[in-house]
């Protein structure tokens, strides 16, 4: 099971493998931890298997995160995520 879970006051923690049955769901529980925080942090040390799904929601997090005007971070990224954003062309999104 995937899920985000709260570590502590803007920051979450990932877990669990990320494809095409959790994005969406992953996606509008991370839009509704923004609208609560002016920073989000999120941990992604225990993702799991994960691939183009996992950089389309990177990439809707930090968009909304923008639109909204919060601070937003990827943490503790696990090599294997680093290796499918650097193949998406979304390197920079790595902290």
């Known amino acids: 099971m995937t899920q985000l879970m709260k570590q502590s006051e803007?920051?979450?923690l990932l877990q669990g493998d990320i494809d095409?049955?959790?994005v969406v769901a992953l996606r509008?529980?991370?839009f509704a931890l923004l609208d609560q925080?002016?920073?989000l942090a999120v941990d992604c040390s225990a993702v799991g298997r994960a691939g183009s799904a996992a950089a389309a929601l990177f990439i809707a997090w930090l968009?909304?995160?923008k639109s909204q005007q919060k601070d937003f971070q990827l943490v503790n990224m696990p090599p294997?995520?680093?290796r499918v954003l650097k193949v998406?062309?979304?390197g920079s999104?790595?902290?």
């Open 37 to 39: 925080q002016t920073q």
């Open 28 to 30: 509008n529980e991370g």
């Open 63 to 65: 968009r909304y995160a």
């Open 93 to 95: 999104l790595i902290s």
């Open 10 to 12: 803007g920051q979450v």
């Open 20 to 22: 095409f049955d959790s």
């Open 80 to 82: 294997h995520l680093q």
């Open 88 to 90: 998406s062309g979304l």
